[in-house]
């Protein structure tokens, strides 16, 4: 059987809710306007699900250049990209970023929501973030996604997970930018070259797994059980951490639709 894409997730903000898509543009950075907002506290440190769980229920339609933001109890909100001008300095994980502050009622709006003061940033293409140098190459980027610009995860694996779960779990608790059917579980494991469709990628680090994959994006809330994570840690452990699916640097650019085809270009060592 042939591998093929069977979903396309962007996250128009990071740790919000998911778009899923038929098609999307593939940057150097990740897919076209994915996680090119972030939310942080007055200091300019990220917030994300890992505190705010309720962060998921937040949805951003993309409306133009602007996003159109909905949560529970709270108004409409229009997330107009700012001006450039003075740029503020914020941190994700290890790395500081120049990033562009939003308007102050966009502030106002998801301070209220989350109950403590916070603020929007916002990635412009001259805000530059790079990619771990350890895995990848002079000039890779990233937006402000975790590490790297794709997350890759077959169906399979999933399959597998849920095989031993008392209750399944659905795949946007991993987040993950792409879906492949028609693998074994884990065959992302095994690859270091890939094509989907016309995009060439390189398959650069697993993916290692914290409690984020217990938030139950559906309601804003971590799962009591704390599945599937639980689980996880019964058979993918590994020396870096628990790990499910691959990151994923692009090497070029194109197109990415349901239904491409995967081509394994190379193997992993």
Known sequence: MTPTLSAIHVYPIKSCAPLTCGEAAVEPRGLEGD????????????????QHPRLTLI??????????????????????????????ETTVWRN??????????????????????????YMDADCARSVNPDYGQPGDEVSFADGYPL??????????????????????????SIVVAGTGPHAEDGWKRIRVGAVEFEVVKPCTRCVFTTVDFERGAFDPS?????TLTTYRRTP??????????????GTLRVGDELEVLEQAL
């Open 35 to 50: 996680r090119r907002w972030m939310i942080t506290d007055p200091h300019g440190k990220f917030l994300t699900a890992r």
């Open 59 to 88: 949805r951003a339609a993309p409306k133009g250049d602007a996003l159109a933001l909905e949560a529970p109890g709270m108004p409409g909100l229009r997330l107009v990209p700012p001006a450039v001008g003075a740029r503020i």
């Open 96 to 121: 500081t970023v120049q990033a562009l502050p939003a308007a102050a009622p966009a502030d106002a709006w998801i301070s209220a929501y989350l109950g403590s003061p916070a603020r929007f940033v």
């Open 151 to 176: 997350l890759l995860i077959s169906q399979a694996a999933l399959d597998a997970l849920n095989a031993r779960l008392a209750q399944p779990v659905p795949m946007l608790r991993f987040r993950p």
């Open 226 to 230: 704390g599945e599937p994570l639980r």
């Open 240 to 253: 870096m951490g628990v790990t499910f699916g691959q990151n994923l640097i692009p090497r070029g650019r």
